[in-house]
């Protein structure tokens, strides 16, 4: 069976995708990836998983029209010389652009995950015109899905409220998943240390990590803040002038990107993402996995990683006062820490194993592992 999956972001085929498509690949099927980013670079990287990669450039979050018709011809041309058994599509503009283009080129089975709903579906002003736009086109290409994958019943309901989807279609998975090979739970070593991994956005809420983190800082001078995460062409994005004032005086240190993000949950003692909305943040699953106690918010994607109270703690959205005080919570009870960590690694182990995650999809997909 030959499966074709979309993304508007190269890196996020590995950080989200990869452990799936090994899977398909290891089921003998032929897995081809699709990003923006060139195949010079990517090439001989998914080769050597046994996938191959076609590129398509376009601005993945742009307005231009231009780029955006591009994308689908593009798109469309590789589907009618590829004819996929399957496409799996990710992300706003494959999903769109791409179940039109593969309805049109012949592909019968079209199926999308929308992982988040994103700033601008997210926004109250109902009469925004990129809103109106962006839901008539999510309307005009989730019905030619056979099946549409949420990863927070949110999510869900809100696609079904806004008539984008028919809640026939839809189907709930637990998030990405994670490898928890990959990502072993391992010893505490460090006492108030705490970690954010993400996106440097607003709607990520570092700027409430940032300021959570000088005010605890000033109490406990011992504690570590560490920001890891790239800058992003996001419409909420941030930029170094927002980071700088908070490593000038000492309050965080920015890591910027990192290729292994392991390190630093392992020597964390507390994860922290105090985002405004997710799909299901794979960066707490990873640090659930590694055994670690988690503060998030009580935001959709957010709420159902986090049992609160026994995994770690859930905070309203922007409150930076509710977050400093269980960040003081944590470092001033050090037992409890502990126990979060292993309470949240049991429930990690229990229903977010990428392998039970993987098998979701393919069941919803239809690719049956008996060949």
């Not at 490593?247 to 890591?255: A, P, R």
């Not at 590694?290 to 859930?314: H, M, N, Q, Y």
């Amino acid at each position: 069976m030959k499966i074709i999956i979309f993304s508007s972001h190269t890196k996020s085929l590995f950080w989200f995708r990869m452990d799936m498509m090994r899977e398909l690949v290891r089921l003998n099927h032929e897995v081809i990836a699709i990003g923006q980013e060139s195949t010079s670079k990517w090439r001989k990287i998914f080769r050597s998983e046994q996938i191959r990669y076609i590129s398509i450039k376009f601005d993945r979050n742009g307005l231009n029209p231009i780029s955006d018709i591009y994308y689908f011809l593009k798109s469309y041309i590789i589907l009618r010389r590829e004819k996929p058994d399957r496409v799996f599509l990710y992300q706003s503009k494959p999903i769109i652009y791409g179940s039109i283009a593969a309805k049109l080129a012949g592909v019968k089975n079209v199926y999308s995950l929308v992982a988040g709903l994103g700033s601008i579906i997210r926004k109250n002003n109902k009469f925004s015109i990129i809103k109106i736009i962006l839901s008539v086109q999510y309307h005009i290409a989730l019905k030619l899905n056979e099946k549409v994958m949420f990863q927070n019943r949110d999510d869900l309901l809100e696609f079904v409220r806004l008539k984008l989807v028919s809640e026939y279609k839809a189907e709930i998975i637990n998030g990405s998943g994670v490898n928890m090979e990959t990502f072993k739970k391992s010893a505490l070593v460090n006492m108030n240390s705490f970690l954010f991994v993400g996106r440097v956005i607003r709607d990520k809420g570092v700027l409430e990590y940032l300021q959570a983190a000088r005010q605890v800082k000033r109490k406990f001078i011992n504690s570590e803040f560490i920001l890891i995460g790239p800058f992003d062409s996001n419409p909420t994005a941030l930029s170094m002038i927002d980071l700088k004032p908070y490593i000038d005086d000492g309050t965080i240190k920015y890591i910027g990107e990192s290729d292994d993000v392991r390190s630093y949950y392992e020597k964390c003692s507390v994860f922290v993402l105090p985002s405004y909305h997710e799909g299901t943040p794979k960066s707490i699953l990873e640090a659930m996995a590694i055994g670690r106690a988690v503060i998030t918010s009580d935001a959709p994607g957010c709420r159902e990683t986090v049992i609160d109270g026994v995994t770690g703690f859930l905070v309203e959205v922007r409150n930076v006062k509710a977050l400093v005080l269980k960040m003081e919570f944590l470092i001033e009870n050090e037992e409890t820490c502990k126990s979060m960590g292993q309470e949240g690694y049991n429930y990690c182990k229990n229903k977010y194993d990428v392998r039970d995650v993987n098998k979701q999809i393919r069941k919803i997909i239809r690719i049956d592992e008996e060949r």
